[in-house]
């Protein structure tokens, strides 16, 4: 049972937070522990290892020195830092020379955590079939091209405005139908609800009924990302910009250019 589980190395010099973190996730997933790099990279040659999840404060070598030679020895992995300090050099450093998913901070929440990391595996998952439908396309050709192109169809018709559940006197009906009537513009969109509500699903669906379906849908949780930042992954960065900028980065602006992008929790932001 527990093999069958996403593999998630934690690595942190302090025992206590090792233990918490493993008390936490360890029904969610099959958690290994070190409290060195040394150790971590150990276990990362020997075990399947989906999401490493690492202290950026730890002796001899920081997270974000670990986390650079597991992007290049294993790229696959998911990166993550969790840490009790918000120095923007720290976290401009895990997003270019890492390629970290997520900077988590100390104290976390079981719930965030476990979020994130649950996120995390399904990015693992999608990008694991996503290698494996590239590889097909190169030996298969056509064929999993129509295959690939079926599962798109499967997809827009799952999220598809008219396959939305709603009750026949539901208020989402009269939502819906305004959606589909701004799907076919080209203008700006905001969603309010509770969180939990489905916005993500309306901005899906109505990315899906507009003439941009074929192109690019990008989401962002403006949230979840610290405000000095923010900027830098909506609209991205020239090498050398600022300290830390290492390297080019397109922004999400950019990734959309075409589609769609939905920027989650906007509220959030200041």
Known sequence: MTSELPGVLVVDDELRSQEALHRTLEEDFNVFTASSAAEAAEIMAREWIQIVLCDQRMPGVSGVQFLREVRDKWPDAVRIIISGYTESEDIIAGINEAGIYQYL?????????????????????????????????????????????SKRQVIERKFALDTLLRAPDSPMNAVCELLCKVARLDVPVLLTGESGTGKELLARALHLASPRRSEPFVTENCG?????????????????????????????????????IFLDEIGETT
Do not use: C, H
């Not at 990391?117 to 064929?143: F, H």
């Not at 909506?234 to 589609?259: H, I, N, P, S």
């Open 224 to 260: 979840a990302v610290p405000d000095q930042l923010l900027e830098s992954e909506l609209f991205g960065y020239k090498r050398g910009a600022f300290t830390g900028a290492y390297e080019d980065r397109v922004g999400l602006f950019k990734q959309a250019d075409g589609g769609s």
């Open 105 to 149: 901070l100390k104290p976390w929440q079981p719930e965030q955590l476990l979020l994130t990391l649950r996120g995390a595996a399904e990015i693992y998952r999608l990008q694991t079939e996503n290698q494996r439908l590239s590889l097909d396309l190169k030996v298969t050709g056509p064929v999993m091209r129509q295959r690939v192109a």
